[in-house]
């Protein structure tokens, strides 16, 4: 059974960076597909990016330009990478594998 760690949330400042982590117990298979959501209060959770089985990454447009993510198959850890957050970003962060949750971390962005 696979377990999803994450980390590297956090409070940040407007225009600030954080990358989140997510690694896995196990070996992360080529084949799988790999993505970040976010649920903000009183909203839904919406998928933020993801790295598909061919290799292509999809972005939502409100992080396109700001948002990367990316894989080390080495460590067996998803990571993103978030650049110039705004206070919308505000939210919780999971990643996903095929059918994996992790356990979400808050990501705040205040001043």
């Known amino acids: 059974q696979v377990q999803l760690v994450e980390s590297g949330g956090g409070l940040v400042q407007p225009g600030g960076s954080l990358r989140l982590s997510c690694a896995a117990s196990e070996r992360i298979f080529r084949q799988y597909v790999m993505g970040w959501y976010r649920q903000a209060p009183g909203k839904q959770r919406e998928l933020v990016a993801a790295?598909?089985?061919?290799?292509?990454?999809n972005y939502a447009d409100s992080v396109k330009g700001r948002f990367t993510i990316s894989r080390d198959n080495a460590k067996n850890t998803v990571y993103l990478q978030m650049n110039s957050l705004k206070p919308e970003d505000t939210a919780v962060y999971y990643c996903?594998?095929?059918?994996?949750w992790g356990q979400g971390t808050q990501v705040t962005v205040s001043s």
């Open positions: 790295l598909t089985i061919g290799g292509g990454t």
């Open positions: 996903k594998i095929n059918n994996l």
